[in-house]
């Protein structure tokens, strides 16, 4: 085994798609104009649909730094985002709904961090919670945004039992 292996393990493990759900871009906007004919630096807007949730999308916004790190992969996105998610159509809760469950993630730079969304249910309010943040291996990020999704009669819906 050569000295690179392990490198080149640690990078194949960094690119494995998460088991978390993709997302979907659906737009962006240049913030930085780059010379060098390497991308711009941007912000993104993706949207997801709850993997366990029928009836919920969120849409996230994030920095996207370009340059020719950025190109090829290597750069270290912001930790900044923002998100929102609302009721697209009539939402029933599964038996079984886990506290704190992570419904998306992605990672920011090649190695060390990652964007999540994990979602609560605040019961006594009938109301999903989604929050996003990053982390990284060595220190967290305390940027981080909510949005909320109570539950809702959707209208031509059967009722829930």
């Not at 871009?25 to 997801?48: H, M, P, Q, W």
């Amino acid at each position: 085994m050569t000295r690179f292996a392990p490198l080149a393990l640690l990078a194949l493990l960094a690119l494995a798609p998460a088991s978390a759900p993709r997302a979907e871009e659906v737009g962006c906007v240049s913030t930085v104009f780059r010379y060098l004919g390497a991308a711009n630096d941007k912000i993104c807007i993706e949207a997801f649909k709850d993997p366990d949730i029928e009836g919920v999308v969120c849409h996230l916004s994030r920095a996207v730094t370009g340059g020719i790190k950025g190109a090829i992969g290597l750069a270290e996105d912001t930790s900044d985002s923002s998100i929102a998610c609302r009721q697209v159509g009539p939402i029933a809760l599964p038996s079984k709904l886990k506290d704190e469950d992570e419904v998306f993630e992605e990672n920011r730079s090649l190695f060390f961090k990652e964007l999540h969304v994990v979602r609560f249910y605040d019961k006594a309010n009938n109301t999903l919670v989604y929050l996003s943040y990053s982390d990284r291996v060595i220190e967290g990020s305390p940027k981080n945004a909510i949005s909320t999704v109570p539950i809702m009669p959707w209208a031509g819906a059967a009722p829930a039992k």
